[in-house]
């Protein structure tokens, strides 16, 4: 098993950053791949990025490219997810994922899931 931990969300201005991170225990040698997806309220969770584990490949949502950088930290087991320029659509619960398979930008492609860390952005 692999257990998550998110921090970093909270309450910011339109055109403000934040830094999410997602520390990763237990099981993580099974750890190949590495996502962000995100859920507002009545909506289905999305894509937000992804990242594989050596850092070469990155995807990003359309709707988040040139604002948010995923990178990671094997290290110490973390994922980041640096949103720089936030929008008020970018509200919404963040959710980081981990799997042991290739990189995708499919919610249903990741095994392991974070608890997810609230982001507002006000106007």
């Known amino acids: 098993q692999v257990q998550l931990v998110e921090s970093g969300g909270g309450l910011v201005q339109a055109g403000g950053s934040l830094r999410l991170s997602c520390a990763a225990s237990?099981?993580?040698?099974?750890?190949?791949?590495n996502g962000w997806f995100r859920q507002a309220p009545g909506k289905e969770r999305e894509f937000v990025a992804a990242?594989?584990?050596?850092?070469?490949?990155?995807y990003y949502a359309d709707s988040v490219k040139g604002r948010f950088t995923i990178s990671r930290d094997n290290a110490k087991n973390t994922v980041y997810l640096q949103m720089n320029s936030l929008r008020p659509e970018d509200t919404a619960v963040y959710y980081c994922a981990f799997t042991n398979g290739m990189i995708t930008t499919n919610k249903y492609g990741y095994a392991y899931w974070g608890q997810g860390t609230q982001v507002t952005v006000s106007s």
């Open positions: 237990g099981r993580t040698f099974d750890i190949a791949t």
């Open positions: 990242i594989s584990w050596s850092g070469s490949r990155t």
